[in-house]
Every structure is written in structure tokens, then in C-alpha cells.
């Protein structure tokens, strides 16, 4: 049988849950994806021994019964102002370090200066 997921309850990792990227991009986590964006591919096809209403589930570990547990609530982080100003100095700083990066240099030791050399110019050292 196929089932859609609708909620995250219970303890899950920060790795699962929406974080503001450096870029000031959301990543959502796996399983809030799924929950956020329902459709087709993000049916599952859990084990009866893994679902809390089967009769196959083992209620040897007493567990939290996971209908009574809150939803996590699955919203976009907040961006502030002064994350905004410095999410677009990182990328353009990632750019600009990219580009450098790019333009071919044969020697490891004159890309790693033009590295330093663009970075002690971006950044008070």
C-alpha cells in the first residue's frame, strides 16, 4: 500500500529539518520535501512492521505513540536583513573565487596567492 506523508513528528535531526543555506537558498531536508511538495514520487511504501497502527508494529520499546505527537511545523527559516547583505557578499565572493579558479593557472602556488590575494581583499584580516 502505497501512503503519502503528511507531517514529521517525533525527534528528527537539524539535517532533517528546512535550514537557510549560505546562499540564502532553503534547503528542505528529505522527508519535509516530500511533505511540502505531495505527488506521485514522493508516495512510500512503508513495512507493516515499521507503521504504528499495524498489528505487526513491536511495542516492545515503548515508544511514544506517534499520533498523539505534535507536527513539526515544516515553514521557511527567516532570512534577516543583515543575512541578506552578507549571503550576497558570499556569493559574490564565491563567484569571483570560482573564476579565478578557472582561468587556468598552471602553477598551484600562483592560484593559491590569487586566492589570498582576492580574499585579503574581501575580508579585514
Partial sequence: MKMQPTALVGNWTEHDLPKRLLNGKVRWGYHAERIR???????MNPHQSNMWESPEFS???NREDPTKMPAIELREPPQFEGEKAEFARWE???????????????DPKAALQAVRDEL???IDL
Fill in 37 to 43: 511538495n505531495p505527488g506521485p514520487e514522493s508516495l
Fill in 120 to 122: 585579503a581583499a574581501q
Fill in 59 to 61: 511495542r516492545t520499546l
Fill in 92 to 106: 559574490e565572493m564565491r563567484t569571483r573565487l570560482g573564476t579565478i579558479l578557472g582561468e587556468g593557472y598552471h
